[in-house]
């Protein structure tokens, strides 16, 4: 067997002279181009309703009180200053069930005044099918004019309201729109609820 396994290196080495290195440097450009295993996070609701995938595990935060029912929200800060969270929260059904199930043009518009009257500038904004709505912000929280960027998509389905945010926690720097395409593409509805 060992003579077997010198014998096939020794047929590279000839290989690789042979052709003037161009064997050699074809074996060493593959192994430099094997993929490094990049595994995210699988989230679970509680509830069973939605799976979503996050760089690491991410923390349960203190829930918010919306207008019907309260906001349960997951997040996390990741090393490289990237922020990824969800919330989630009800809405009321009402008689008209397309609006618990589908976004309208008066959720986008109450969703710009906010960001208005919170020093919010929306650089952009796309429907992305009935039920999703996003925005890339840049948020000017502070007093000296820096901005934080960060993208936010909201979809309402089944009488729930989800919003996503992945975005740069670095003032002046540009999300990694790649990363947070990844993040927002990996929900999943888990339909035998």
């Known amino acids: 067997m060992k003579l077997r396994i010198f014998t096939i290196a020794l047929a590279s080495l000839v290989l690789a002279s042979l052709y ?9 450009t593959r192994k430099h181009n094997i993929a490094t295993v990049d595994r995210w996070y699988v989230f679970f609701s509680p509830d069973g309703d939605f799976t ?22 997951y997040g996390l800060y990741t090393e490289n200053r990237m922020r ?7 809405l009321a059904e009402g008689p008209i069930w397309s609006l618990a199930n589908e976004w309208n043009d008066g959720y986008a518009q109450e969703q710009l005044t906010r960001d208005r009257e919170n020093n919010r500038r929306v650089v952009h904004t ?12 840049w948020d000017a929280g502070t007093d000296t004019g820096e901005s934080i960027n960060y993208i936010r998509r909201t979809i309402v389905r089944r009488a729930r309201m989800y919003t996503l945010l992945c975005g740069s926690e670095i003032y002046g720097r540009k ?8 993040f927002f593409d990996s929900m999943r509805y888990l339909e035998n609820k």
């Not at 999300?175 to 395409?181: A, E, G, H, L, Q």
């Open 20 to 28: 003037g290195g161009a064997f050699a440097q074809r074996t060493r």
């Open 52 to 73: 979503l995938s996050f760089p690491q595990k991410p923390n349960r935060e203190p829930d918010g009180q919306g207008p019907r029912t309260p906001i349960n929200s």
């Open 84 to 90: 990824f969270s969800i919330n989630v929260q009800g």
């Open 126 to 137: 796309k429907r992305i099918d009935k039920h999703t709505f996003e925005a890339e912000i």
């Open 175 to 182: 999300v990694n729109k790649s990363i947070c395409r990844r």
